[in-house]
């Protein structure tokens, strides 16, 4: 398995490597709290990219006395393709292939710390800083080889590892580096190569982390064996705050196969030698365990009304003008949005090893420095102590259990010294307990004055906290059970420009009177989290939706009234451009068919994305058919076009499961999607019948990132098309249903 491989043997890789000098990526008084995002202090503010807080240029390419380049990265790969992207822009300026580099992410005894991977940040921030890094690093390379070949660096040809002069003469890349210490900060300034030359940026490259997929080979942490490795299971209360009283730990020491039976508090779980003895000790256990009290679930059918009468802190983002000014007509709407599951393909698993003093976990969080604080602070270890490995997990995109299986393994570690201890959580274990998407409203009331612009804009909306990531050991499922339990932190809110549930609540049209609330709420009884785009899902549907329905107030075309209302020239060349490939001005009414558009750019910071559909509704049954969706995106400089693609693909398909299906089940009880039949995902039947990306290329303009920039305006699309399919506005979602029967 190429990145777990690469893993076990990157200690050998730091005794031989000729340029690895000892220090820390983060010396005592560079510390801070982490942020939203996990990044740790600025230490240059003038540094491109993440080379702002690990200015080095050592943290992120290191060369061996042999020529071998190392890539380092914190940002990991979650299945979007950056590890191929993050190479491509690294080799494209150090004149390599992609496969000539080895790529190292997400480990903190090796890589920066680059915080979470997530928001869209991947390719702005570290791929920026690579971009700069490698770039400073070959200009190191051309003065070290001119002054071994006694000519001038403007006269070398640098390529795959090799300087040459020209009267023949060459050098590689370890001696031309040779005296050259790269443990030196970057320059604010860097000799990029010309945008003419490059042969990697802009150009599909084949995905690095494909072929083991596609093949069965082993890939994620869930097919991680280390030798002498044990199984263990855990056992979860069956609600939240439940307290242990018993079980029958003896019996359960008895089953074949079993070497421990671990039990803290409310805390319990079994180690056995083999995977399946160890679920045979967690059923037995469940099944002999008594349990007292625990939290109550608000009622399903009236969540948001509990939701709003719940404790805020309201945040104002947005106070311009005068809302009450006269206007000459107004609308109202009100949207409503459930909890929703990440839903990941494989239940979250963890492998944590105990040894001489030492934790070593591999793990497929989003954030391997975060979380090595929330262990540390678990374990009571000094962080140095903690080393957390990224290992690739079989389903992510936010905060679900991959955390708090971490914990798991290395509690369960801690009891077993010595032995790699390999911890899967169950199917029900997995979607019981990860950290949902919290269910939002909101609420609007806009209007347009007598020439048919919009005149006011009052926006308000409802969210827990979307941001409940490790940094605080409390924040950890196992934490809550042990004897002496851990409290998370304080929920705090994300602030804009980034943005938590109010991500994307700021609308980039032009409008001259508005108020926008964020009601924050800090306190909520459904564990909720991260989930992909955060507040952006909601909130540009609520936008996009009520763009369509002032447009018809003002009887204009929904595409020419955007355009009307917005100035950056970016955000309407995108507009422009779906609706050409679509043929937005030919399309062509049908019963029971609805056209739908929507735009949005991803934290009004990341890439502009358009979106054309066509759908059908069965007025018998309430099914939808997406007929066809035409998306058309700027992401800046593009550094592999089938990776953008990609993903604006993915996040289309994703959406539109969301808005139209998606919905957990709970009941005053407990969680009740416990399984694939119980949480309704979207299926194969109804996936787009095509889909097509139009990219527009920017050479030259700064990486935005793209992952997550489509989910909002496919939510508006879709909500905007079913309006004219069926004549009616649903504004709660998930819009499919018994409600789309005629």
């Known amino acids: 398995m190429t990145d777990i491989s690469t893993n076990m043997g990157r200690r050998a890789f730091m005794k031989g490597s000729a340029l690895v000098v000892a220090f820390s990526l983060f010396p005592q008084y560079a510390q801070a709290e982490l942020n939203a995002m996990g990044l740790p202090q600025v230490l240059n503010k003038n540094l491109p990219g ?12 290191k060369i061996e006395r042999d020529g071998k380049v190392t890539v380092c990265s914190g940002k990991v790969e979650l299945g979007t393709g950056v590890r191929t992207a993050l190479v491509q822009i690294a080799a494209e300026q150090l004149e390599l292939m992609p496969t000539e580099i080895l790529f190292i992410a997400g480990d903190t005894s090796l890589t920066p710390n680059e915080g979470f991977t997530a928001g869209s940040h991947t390719i702005p921030d570290s791929g920026t800083a690579l971009l700069h890094a490698a770039a400073q690093v ?39 580096i040779t005296g050259i210490d790269l443990h030196r900060q970057a320059s604010p300034a860097s000799r990029l190569k010309p945008l003419g030359s490059y042969t990697l ?16 080979g082993a890939s994620y942490v869930q097919d991680l064996r280390l030798p002498n490795m044990v199984h263990a299971r855990v056992v979860r209360p069956p609600v939240k705050g439940a307290r242990l009283i018993s079980a029958d730990v003896a019996t359960a020491e008895r089953l074949p196969g079993i070497l421990k039976v671990i039990r803290d508090g409310s805390y319990l779980a079994v180690a056995a030698t083999d995977e399946w003895s160890a679920i045979t000790a967690m059923r037995a256990l469940t099944a002999s365990a008594r349990w007292d009290g625990g939290g109550t679930l608000p009622e399903p059918k009236t969540i948001h009304a509990s939701l709003q009468a719940l404790p805020a802190e309201d945040i104002v983002i947005l106070d311009k003008g005068n809302i009450n000014t006269p206007k000459a007509r107004t609308l109202k709407a009100r949207f409503t949005k459930q909890y929703l599951m990440h839903g990941s393909i494989g239940p979250s698993c963890a492998v944590a090893l105990l040894a001489d003093g030492r934790m070593t976990v591999w793990t497929h969080t989003q954030g391997v420095f975060p979380l090595r604080s929330a262990l540390a602070e678990l ?23 991959a955390d708090d299986v971490a914990a798991d393994a290395a509690l369960i570690a801690r009891a077993i010294p010595g032995r790699p201890v390999r911890v899967q959580l169950m199917r029900d274990q997995e979607n019981q307990w990860e950290p949902f998407a919290p269910a939002m409203i909101t609420e609007i009331e806009a209007g347009l004055d007598d020439s048919g612009r919009i005149s006011h804009w009052h926006y308000e909306l409802w969210s827990g906290s979307h941001n409940e990531r490790p940094g605080n050991a409390g924040k950890l499922v196992p934490a809550w059970m042990l004897s002496k339990a851990l409290v998370p932190s304080p929920s705090l809110p994300m602030l804009q420009p980034e943005g938590g ?8 049209y032009v409008i001259p009177n508005a108020h926008i609330t964020n009601h924050f709420l800090p306190r909520t009884t459904l564990r909720t989290s991260a989930m992909r785009s955060l507040g952006a899902h909601i909130n540009i549907l609520s936008i996009e939706s009520t763009m369509d329905e002032l447009s018809s107030m003002a009887a204009a075309d929904p ?58 509704v069965q007025p018998d049954t309430g099914k939808v058919n997406i007929l066809r969706v035409v998306a058309a995106v700027d992401c ?46 979207m299926r194969f039947s109804r996936v787009p019948a095509k889909v097509e990306v139009k990219l527009l290329e920017r050479p030259g303009l700064p990486f935005l990132g793209v992952a997550e ?34």
């Open 636 to 681: 800046g400089q593009i550094v592999n076009p089938d990776g953008v693609i990609n993903q604006i693909e993915g996040g289309i398909l994703q959406s539109a499961s969301w808005t139209l299906y998606e919905q957990l089940q709970f009941a005053s009880d407990g969680i009740k999607s416990i399984d694939w039949s119980s949480y309704p995902i």
């Open 201 to 216: 940026i802009g150009h599909p490259v084949h995905r690095l982390d494909i072929p083991n997929k596609l093949t069965g």
């Open 138 to 176: 070959r200009t190191l390379l051309l003065e070290g080889a001119a002054a071994k070949l006694n000519t001038d660096a403007g006269n070398l040809t640098i390529r795959s590892g090799k300087i040459t002069s020209p009267d023949g003469r060459s050098i590689g890349y370890g001696a031309a």
């Open 379 to 401: 374990l009571g270890m000094p962080d140095e102590q903690v080393r957390c490995i990224h290992t690739e997990g079989s389903g992510c995109y936010g905060q679900n259990g």
């Open 50 to 61: 993440s080379l702002k807080s690990t200015p080095w240029l050592d943290a992120w390419i």
């Open 559 to 616: 595409v020419e009234f955007r355009l009307r209302h917005l100035t950056d020239s970016r955000a309407q060349d995108v507009i422009r451009a779906a609706a050409q490939q679509f043929g937005w001005e030919h399309r062509n009414k049908q019963r029971n068919r609805g056209f739908g558009f929507a735009f949005g750019q991803y934290k009004n910071l990341m890439a502009y994305v358009a979106i054309a559909l066509e759908l059908e």
């Open 501 to 508: 549930g109010d991500r994307n609540a700021l609308p980039l």
């Open 709 to 742: 920039a489509a989910q909002g305006p496919m939510a508006g699309a879709l909500a905007n098309a079913l309006g004219q399919a069926t004549g009616k506005r649903l504004r709660n979602l998930p819009l499919a249903g018994p409600q789309l029967r005629s």
